[in-house]
């Protein structure tokens, strides 16, 4: 089974970026299609954007569209997560997960990450 280390959380300014990584180890990330969640406390876990198995077309989630971009390097089997202009509301732990189809619910995903903290300040 595929093992995913979620890192690049910290703590950013609101209109700042961060690029956070997920890598794979153990299985190609390419036969999965891969997802990236978050979860705020109190609240629930929320689908932010997946990358297709075939193809690496993507969607998001319309609180993300136009902020965030998720991508895949199948050389170095790391998935990305490109985040601009990023506001309080963005304070959660943001999770990498990977599965057999692409879906925005988290329960169709197998395999997930630790998780990385990333925290947005007025």
């Known amino acids: 089974q595929v093992q995913l280390v979620e890192s690049g959380g910290r703590l950013v300014q609101a209109g700042g970026s961060l690029r956070l990584s997920c890598a794979a180890s153990r299985r190609p990330l390419s036969a999965y299609a891969m997802a990236w969640f978050r979860q705020a406390p109190g609240k629930e876990r929320e689908f932010l954007a997946f990358?297709?198995?075939?193809?690496?077309?993507?969607n998001y989630a319309e609180s993300v569209k136009g902020r965030f971009t998720i991508s895949r390097d199948y050389a170095k089997n790391t998935v990305f997560l490109e985040m601009n202009s990023l506001k309080p509301d963005d304070t959660a732990v943001y999770y990498c997960a990977a599965g057999r189809t692409s879906a925005t619910m988290a329960s169709s995903y197998d395999y997930w990450g630790q998780g990385t903290q990333v925290t947005v300040s007025s």
């Open positions: 990358i297709s198995m075939i193809g690496g077309w993507g």
